[in-house]
């Protein structure tokens, strides 16, 4: 169980598109989710914090307006980077809690997105 | 302010076990030691996670200090599929955020 898709795998755009990635939890509700992004041969940063049914809340630095964060249901949020660009090339992950208790997060498998 | 010190990068045999230690110092009374890993060009894998007792599970053994400043995990059989960027975490109990570090990069060899 504790199963994160996302969707999808990898994306190439075309710089000034916007590109929406799917994050699902297949057999658990999550109550909070959150995105990262890795850049290559660095760690994962934190860049928001979402909440079903509510607004995300943003790390430091990174643009509420052009990362949209949609937490719609308990088992779906979405990523729309908006106006890409290449320095937005990057490995975005998601990853989801049950809040139920202390549990640990469960992460997707990523979404590579590279901007040409 | 990294709140974990590893060590860059590790190798081990495969077979042999492999122990990964964590530093910890500051750590508060209510922050618990999870363990991560990352396997090249995909998401983070939970391994294990802790207080103060040792904990096993199917994956590892977290071994804690009396002191809870420091930590190692040991994976028992290291196989070439444990090749991965593993990470040391403490976090608060009610705080969901996850704070990744450098980790320490885990190369297992025939």
């Known amino acids: 169980g504790a199963v994160v898709s996302q969707h999808p795998s990898w994306v190439i755009c075309k710089s000034g598109t916007s590109v929406k990635i799917e994050c699902r939890s297949l057999?658990?509700?999550?109550?909070?989710m959150f995105w990262y992004r890795q850049f290559p041969k660095q760690s994962l940063m934190l860049m928001a914090t979402?909440?079903?049914?509510?607004?995300?809340?943003?790390e430091q630095g990174v643009e509420k307006d052009k990362f949209l964060i949609n937490h719609a249901s308990l088992t779906l949020s979405t990523l729309t980077v908006t106006s890409a660009h290449p320095e937005d090339s990057s490995f975005y992950i998601c990853?989801?809690?049950?809040?139920?208790?202390?549990?640990?997060?469960?992460f997707g498998p990523g979404t590579r997105l590279t901007v040409l | 302010d990294a709140k974990t010190t590893q060590p860059t990068s590790m190798d081990c045999a495969e077979g042999r076990a492999a122990n990964l230690p964590c530093n910890h110092s500051?750590?508060?009374?209510?922050?618990?030691v999870y363990w991560y890993r990352q396997i090249h060009s995909q998401g983070p894998q939970y391994i294990i996670h802790?207080?103060?007792n040792n904990e096993t599970n199917e994956m590892a053994s977290l071994i804690i200090t009396e002191d809870r400043k420091s930590s190692t995990l040991i994976l028992p059989h290291a196989t070439l599929r444990d090749t991965a960027v593993y990470y040391c975490i403490v976090r608060v109990a009610n705080d969901y955020k996850l704070s990744f570090g450098a980790g320490t990069t885990v190369t297992v060899r025939a």
């Open positions: 979402s909440n079903e049914g509510s607004k995300a809340t943003y």
């Open positions: 500051t750590i508060s009374g209510n922050e618990y």
């Open positions: 057999d658990f509700q999550a109550t909070t």
């Open positions: 990853s989801a809690e049950t809040g139920l208790g202390h549990n640990e997060q469960f």
């Open positions: 802790g207080l103060k």
